[in-house]
């Protein structure tokens, strides 16, 4: 049986890589691909990249550049890289369906392709890295097998040791099983919430975290009567910015049931990021609505306007909401970094980022957690359980 797969997310890049997998994945190449020019004689020739046509039913459906591996075990593996709309990916897909190929996970079947004999560690790794949506989660991802499979060596190899304390042992491994959290924030993106009172500059700190005017700018408060949400990145961290509407107490139904809205999706953010404006004198209303905010989870103020003559300051604002406040100006773009910089510190993320190993899944977390509780009552022999994780399997 031959094999394909969507590689990469689908829709969220410029290009999307569709790979083939099987004893007919050349013949079926074949029956798609035009190669361009004088690259039609070596087109199935593994040492080359050979750039071309997919086509169907004598119709182009995009360029692509074609490549080719052979596995140790003989296995053809075709990858063909084209661009990554969604429609393109489908017809794509569909024309090398019609050949026989027979669609399969992409995660799946990048660790069955490239983890042949690779440690379990290797194996999840292999099938999260089409989930990453930046460079630096990627490069991270990529890190972490050889990082965190180097420091289980390193701790069971303690536990084995003569007179070793297990206590202390098993302390590290609890703090590693608890950083599974961090890796999901890292791998799916951090859901960021931006509220505050109206006419703070949501909006605008909303466009300037992206990169790109994605909210609608007004000087008339009011202008986000409902959330809307991004995706951009922090730092080289993904984030979904949800750009809701301003809560304050007016009385009007309309207003009353955006507020709402808001105040739900700051419930469920990783980070809520309360703007308050620092051109207008520190209002009752503001601190008010920081510690109303800040008891639903991890919070940060950003000190908004700071291009304006001020009129209130951060020792002032942080002294009265008891939280921590960054001073930026969304409309010059200043602050931004030291905002991002305390964006992942609030939510945990600045260790791992820095190197911290962590689990990357749930059965990673939940076997090095049950190691740990398993040395903590004195059962050296435990961290054998490890091995699991760090050896090499054929599967």
């Known amino acids: 049986m031959t094999r394909v797969a969507l590689l990469t997310p689908l829709g969220q ?37 050979v ?53 399969a996970d992409g995660r799946a079947q990048s660790a069955d392709v ?31 097998p050889k990082a965190l499979g180097h420091r289980l060596g390193e701790l069971r190899a303690g536990a084995a040791a003569q007179g070793a304390d297990l206590a202390a042992v098993a302390d590290e491994l609890r703090a590693i099983a608890g950083r599974y959290r961090q890796a999901r924030l890292l791998i799916e993106g951090v859901k960021v919430v931006l509220t505050g ?15 790109r005017q994605a909210s609608i700018v007004s000087t008339q408060p009011g202008t986000t009567r409902d959330w809307v949400c991004h995706a951009g990145a922090l730092q080289g961290v993904p984030i979904t910015i949800v750009d809701s509407a301003g809560l304050a107490s007016s009385g ?34 503001a601190v008010a609505l920081v510690r109303r905010i800040a008891v639903l989870g991890a919070a940060l103020v950003a000190l908004n306007k700071t291009d304006l003559a001020p009129a209130t300051s951060s020792a002032q604002l942080a002294t009265a909401t008891r939280q921590r406040v960054v001073p930026v100006s969304a409309i010059r773009g200043t602050g931004m970094a030291e905002l991002g910089r305390a964006s992942l510190d609030v939510v945990g993320l600045t260790g791992v980022v820095g190197g911290a190993v ?27 359980e490890l091995a699991q994780l760090i050896n090499s399997t054929d599967r």
Do not use: M
């Not at 075990?73 to 050949?99: M, P, T, Y």
């Not at 042949?116 to 490069?139: C, F, M, N, Y």
């Not at 990021?273 to 004198?281: C, I, M, N, R």
């Not at 962590?358 to 076997?367: E, R």
């Open 114 to 144: 490239w983890g042949i004999g690779q440690s379990r560690l290797w194996r999840d790794a292999l099938e999260l890295l089409p989930l990453a949506k930046t460079r630096r989660v990627v490069e991270w991802l990529a890190n972490q």
């Open 13 to 49: 890049g410029a290009i999307a890589t569709v790979q083939l997998v099987g004893p007919d994945a050349i013949r079926i190449a074949q029956d798609v691909f035009r190669p361009a020019g004088a690259g039609a004689q070596g087109a199935y020739d593994p040492r080359r990249l």
């Open 197 to 211: 009172l109206p006419n703070a500059g949501k909006s605008t700190l909303a466009n300037c975290l992206v990169g």
């Open 51 to 103: 750039l071309g046509r997919v086509c169907d039913e004598g119709q182009t459906i995009d360029q692509a550049i074609l490549a080719l591996r052979i596995l140790n075990d003989g296995s053809q593996v075709v990858e063909l890289h084209v661009h990554g709309g969604v429609r393109v990916v489908q017809r794509v897909i569909q024309a090398l369906q019609r050949r026989g190929a027979v669609l």
């Open 358 to 384: 962590c689990p990357v899944t749930v059965a990673q977390a939940k076997l090095v957690s049950r190691v740990a509780e398993e040395l903590a009552v004195g059962r050296a022999d435990a961290a054998d």
């Open 252 to 285: 009007c139904p309309v207003e009353a049931d955006s507020e709402q809205r808001a105040l739900e999706q700051a419930a469920g953010a990783d980070l809520r990021l309360v703007v308050v404006d620092a051109s207008v004198p520190l209002q009752g209303e």
